[in-house]
């Protein structure tokens, strides 16, 4: 701070701010201001005296950290929420969430999905989302006009479905919503081949060749059970991640998503690669796909980021219970108790997910001069008693409902638990509509 | 129903009932009627015309259900919550735990933590615990005067502790506890018996005696890890189940909490015995001391509860959050997604825990005749939509936050979130105080 006036648009005076990074660091008593979008200051609450603010908000017994970020997702598919449960992934898909999509999926399913997903998010804490789903454009501007930061991957498949009907179309189409929304501040288009098992060689390469080109993100499904990478063996004689990596597809522009079946050499790929895995452990559990043994990952330096998957295989989409699911995994999986700690899985649900995307320099901590995407949880519950360390009440025992403030490139997306952008009954009107639609039609 | 007109203190129209008893159904459009501390009438709405009711509630987008029992938990601990994390199970106990309780612990410590955890646990839709800690006369208070159902055991050791100075003593004044309260409605007073490697063999023999004579429940960690069992049979050449069972502690009576280190000999012990099992999942993930495999233990027919164990090591008391963590759990520590699926997993969290405390023809279903401790959980917030299923809902959406009424005994403990029975503010200030003392003293 320099003595000069600094003119805020929001002045937060919380009991605790968690920055993120450093890593593990809870502050006392100390403020965050915001100007414009963006974080102007992180200082002592004694120091705020030269800040002149149009709003001030006190909020004793809360805490301020980075905005969540869920590095995985189909945020259209909230509809199908509890549409099928108990099924293994295959059967799953196959006969129940294919049909049911190829049924119903539309522009309109998927812009009420989207937004019925965004209104879960902000408030459960979640202000940036990673989307793979059908019409990327729709998902795009749902965002875009609930004011929610997201990366939208576009998919890419070999086969046709309801948004276009070979990859070629899928790339162009793609590539021309990540045209529209290039000026966008919130929406960033990337790439999103669906999975190796569902995208040939030749298409794949495709997606490497013009991603290195844009110098763009690729995000990708991977090695999500051993049955798919058993199958891939015995198809191509190599496992999934070793062919993506021979056609130029592992990165650090790479987000590989889920990675229960790793070997030591499937590590030290990844790891020399640089490239980024996207753990999703609910839905893993959900489907008994396997273990992502992130534990490994974080010992090799690998980027280890969190995301919750549809709602229609967590059933959630809340980053708090998320948060808490890893890092309770991740003991029992390794029988290690002081694996995971509170702030590797906070940094997981934050700063790894910007790292992932490739904007951790903008995103994910709160830093003076960093994107303003910032969440006030309120620790005043008896379920939160007492406090000795907010960072544990954050994972150990939020479930997200405790969320009260969001804000996204600074501006208010919830206020008091209100949503600001989003109007909850008619989101919830749609909801039901399309309820009463697909079950119609269930086989 | 007959044509006699019911007199009803309380008439309650939800969208939806899920009586628990018959499994997996979910009733639509029915009411429930409470008189006294009895459900009086589970009826069609249609049906309910003849029923004068003091007092008529309608829950539109709300489900009804039985509250849920918490089978295990050291209520008192709720002060502890977060003061030591990430931690293996002994060093968690030696160096933070048993220190700070050596401490501590006092009769308003049990006080103050025991009321603490009621609080949560009502707004997270528990109304029956099960307790083991010290001072359990001042748990049994706590818990009777919050109007809160609990099963009180009484904790025995063979070394002295704040509350008693050997197991003669524990024994004597817990069977005086269970005298105090013999004529409460609320309270039931049982054994405790902490551990096999904390009691020795002649006084659990003691109370294997006393608890066939007086026909009473015993409840007793057992097998928490793999450590506790082969440091069992290192000393004594025999697993910690087999020397219990010799000593005639294994029967209908037993409730065998953790669990975690089970071979196919156990499993066929326990089921030939009819002894309970408590699976308190995030404990066991977070301390790393295995996974009670559920699974097994069901398809041989042995009774499986549910509990939280403390929220020092959970760090919650959030039945919903620990339903979600053992159905995923137990799917993919079997890798077969169909296992526990929903419908088992709510029956684990209610009538379960009524069968391993021996009060199932009382209570843990919404059936006619039986007491009247109820839920009401509203389903409409943007995290639980659609509803196709609103079993699969309760257990894979829901966080414990939309739980709006609970009844116990017929009496409302909370209505539209607000406690009826404690001062939060007051709790929450006297854990503050609490922590400032604890934190003053830490090693």
């Not at 648009?9 to 990074?21: A, G, K, S, Y």
């Not at 006009?145 to 309801?162: L, N, S, W, Y």
């Not at 990844?270 to 796909?289: D, E, R, T």
Request: glycine fraction near 8%; hydrophobic fraction near 45%; charged fraction near 20%.
């Amino acid at each position: 701070m320099s003595d000069q006036a600094l003119h805020a648009d929001t002045l937060i005076h919380p009991d605790w701010i968690v920055p993120v990074v450093p890593q593990g660091v809870v502050l006392d008593g100390y403020s965050l201001a915001i100007t414009g979008d963006r974080i102007s200051a992180l200082l002592p609450r004694a120091q705020t005296g030269a800040i002149e603010a149009d709003t001030v908000l006190e909020l004793p017994g809360q805490v301020l950290l980075p905005g969540l970020i869920n590095s995985h997702g189909h945020a259209g598919m909230s509809l199908l929420r509890g549409y099928a449960d108990d099924k293994p992934l295959m059967p799953w898909l196959e006969e129940f969430i294919w049909p049911a999509e190829g049924a119903h999926v539309s522009e309109a399913f998927v812009a009420d999905g989207t937004e019925l997903a965004i209104a879960e998010m902000i408030r459960a804490g979640t202000t940036t989302f990673s989307d793979m789903y059908f019409f990327p454009d729709i998902a795009a501007r749902t965002a875009q006009t609930a004011g929610m930061r997201c990366q939208i991957t576009f998919p890419v498949f070999d086969f046709p479905t309801a948004w276009a009907k070979n990859a070629d179309e899928y790339i162009s189409k793609g590539l021309a919503v990540r045209d529209d929304f290039k000026h966008s501040t919130l929406v960033r288009v990337v790439f999103g081949p669906h999975a190796p098992y569902t995208v040939s060689a030749e298409n794949l390469a495709k997606v490497a060749t013009l991603a290195a080109e844009l110098d763009v993100e690729i995000h990708i499904h991977l090695h999500e059970t051993a049955g798919e990478v058993l199958q891939a063996v015995e198809q191509n004689g190599e496992r999934p991640l070793d062919s993506l990596h021979r056609l130029g597809l592992i990165g650090p522009r790479t987000q590989c998503v889920h990675m229960t079946d790793l070997g030591d050499q499937d590590i030290a790929l990844l790891a020399g690669a640089g490239a980024h895995v996207v753990h999703c452990p609910q839905s893993n559990m959900k489907l008994a796909s396997g273990v992502c043994p992130v534990s490994k990952l974080m010992d090799k330096g690998i980027n280890v980021a969190l995301g919750t998957d549809s709602a229609a295989s967590n059933n959630n989409l809340n980053l708090f219970i998320e948060m808490q699911a890893a890092a309770l995994l991740a003991k029992v999986s390794s029988m290690d108790a002081t694996r995971l700690a509170a702030s590797d899985a906070l940094a997981m649900a934050t700063i790894n997910g910007a790292r992932a995307m490739g904007i951790a320099d903008q995103l994910g901590s709160l830093e003076t001069g960093k994107l303003a995407d910032v969440i006030a949880v309120d620790l005043s519950g008896p379920e939160l008693q007492p406090v000795y360390n907010p960072l544990s009440q954050l994972v150990y025992a939020c479930n997200g409902s405790q969320v009260s403030h969001s804000w996204v490139a600074g501006r208010a997306v919830m206020q008091n638990r209100e949503l600001t952008t989003i109007d909850i009954d008619a989101v919830r009107e749609r909801s039901e509509n399309w309820r009463n639609r697909i079950e119609e039609g269930r086989p």
